[in-house]
Nanobody
Framework: VQLQASGGGLVQAGGSLRLSCAAS????????MGWFRQNPGKERESVSA????????YYADSVKGRFTISRDYAKNTVYLQMNNLKPEDTAVYYC?????????????????WGQGTLVTVSS
């Protein structure tokens, strides 16, 4: 599956952004999807994930209550709604797909990656 992430940008602290990840290729519904983020010199970290059916979601503790992951099967797209953004949310955000359906926070379990979209939160 090919992934195209978009929606990043510059926002002030307390603001909101919605990231999108459009998938093409294999059957979208067969994949669990995840969002990860990374800063220079640091490891890629899991932000959120959603299973193939959308019934199970995962959030990192640092984003719980502020971020919401969702998926639209008609559009083959997964979203990450980010509210009340903080400067520490600044990073390049990547979407990823994992064949087999179960949500995971592990980088190594994902098969395909998008190109990344930069989110910058100013204080």
């Amino acid at each position: 599956v090919q992934l195209q992430a978009s929606g990043g940008g510059l926002v002030q602290a307390g603001g909101s952004l919605r990231l999108s990840c459009a998938a093409s290729g294999r059957t979208f519904s067969g994949y669990a999807m995840g969002w990860f983020r990374q800063n220079p010199g640091k490891e890629r970290e899991s932000v959120s994930a959603i299973n193939w059916s959308g019934s199970i979601t995962y959030y990192a503790d640092s984003v719980k209550g502020r971020f919401t992951i969702s998926r639209d099967y008609a559009k083959n797209t997964v979203y990450l709604q980010m509210n009340n953004l903080k400067p520490e949310d600044t990073a390049v955000y990547y979407c990823a797909a994992k064949w087999g359906g179960s949500a995971s926070d592990k980088v190594s379990e994902y098969d395909s990656w998008g190109q990344g979209t930069l989110v910058t939160v100013s204080s």
